[in-house]
């Protein structure tokens, strides 16, 4: 297992994928619109959301978007 799927599974601290997905949900975005507002595909968002994706590009586009790159 990995850095990162070990820090993705922590009991403590939220995953970075389930900080997006909150912040999206809380702004009442879609993924659609979450997709269409950063310039990636849902497949893209869904995989960053999942924790199936770490880039870190992709994320810090995302987590900007959603005003939580702070939370990352």
């Excluded at 999206?24 to 959301?49: H, K, N, P």
């Excluded at 590009?57 to 702070?70: H, T």
């Amino acid at each position: 297992m990995n850095m990162a799927s070990k820090i993705a599974k922590s009991p403590v601290f939220p995953s970075i994928g389930a900080v997006l997905a909150e912040a999206r949900q809380a702004r009442g975005y879609s993924l659609d619109d979450l997709a269409e507002t950063t310039g990636l595909t849902v497949a893209e968002v869904t995989a960053l959301e999942s924790d199936k994706d770490f880039d870190a590009s992709r994320i810090r586009r995302i987590a900007a978007a959603l005003g939580v790159l702070d939370k990352i």
